[in-house]
Antibody
Framework: QVQLVQSGAEVKKPGASVKVSCKTSGYSFADLDINWVRQAPGLGLEWMGWMRPGNGNTGYAEKFQGRFSMTRDTSISTAYMELSSLGSEDTAVYYC??????????WGQGTLVTVSS | QAVLTQPSSLSASPGASATLTCALRSGINVGTYRIYWYQQKSGRPPHYVLNYKSDSDEQKGSGVPSRFSGSKDTSANAGILVISGLQSEDEADYYCMIWHNDAYVFGGGTKLTVL
């Protein structure tokens, strides 16, 4: 069965960077996009970007361009996101989700990133 | 004006039907979009419910009951998620999403209360 398993919660200081992993199984990792979506406490879902693991192509939401990057290790079917220059407004649960036709289906369990001095 | 607008809340009784709407901004034609719906229960990740393009082009997520169905209201320029035979377990936040201008866009979500 398809699974996306994310790394554990992180606490970071303002100005730092965070890297979150998303290990996939149950399908061909190279063939379907991985998207990253975040959700601030009590708020809605916000899309951050997509990556095609097979060729490394990426697309970023305009809001995050410049301080957000996505990478992957195809040998272990794992995708990564890194967000830099963290501020308190980046405190959120970060999700990876598998891309399908013009949308997404399976989601990781989420990774809470807390930014606090 | 937001790209996708959802009512912030909706209440319905057990056994009744709930109609959740997702209005597209004026100038964005609902007919050309595939609309995705997600259910999110408190403290849990979103769960894919279904996507709807047309009556002949709808896909449901794994294990999603037949009580969930999608449609469009072209006069209102909106996507619709209908949940029939409401159960207490359907109480959750529901989000719609489209791929628009090379980005995914979510609606603000509707909190469905079953009471």
């Amino acid at each position: 069965q398809v699974q996306l398993v994310q790394s554990g919660a992180e606490v970071k200081k303002p100005g730092a960077s965070v890297k979150v992993s998303c290990k996939t199984s149950g399908y061909s990792f190279a063939d379907l996009d991985i998207n990253w979506v975040r959700q601030a406490p009590g708020l809605g879902l916000e899309w951050m970007g997509w990556m095609r693991p097979g060729n490394g192509n990426t697309g970023y939401a305009e809001k995050f361009q410049g301080r957000f990057s996505m990478t992957r290790d195809t040998s272990i079917s794992t995708a990564y996101m890194e967000l830099s220059s963290l501020g308190s407004e980046d405190t959120a649960v970060y999700y990876c989700t598998r891309g399908v036709e013009q949308g997404t289906d399976y989601w990781g369990q989420g990774t809470l990133v807390t930014v606090s001095s | 004006q937001a790209v996708l607008t959802q009512p912030s809340s909706l209440s319905a009784s057990p056994g009744a039907s709930a109609t959740l709407t997702c209005a597209l901004r004026s100038g964005i034609n609902v007919g050309t979009y595939r609309i995705y719906w997600y259910q999110q229960k408190s403290g849990r990740p979103p769960h894919y419910v279904l996507n709807y393009k047309s009556d002949s082009d709808e896909q449901k997520g794994s294990g999603v009951p037949s009580r969930f169905s999608g449609s469009k209201d072209t006069s209102a320029n909106a996507g619709i998620l209908v949940i029939s035979g409401l159960q207490s377990e359907d109480e959750a936040d529901y989000y719609c999403m489209i791929w628009h201008n090379d980005a995914y866009v979510f609606g603000g979500g509707t909190k469905l209360t079953v009471l």
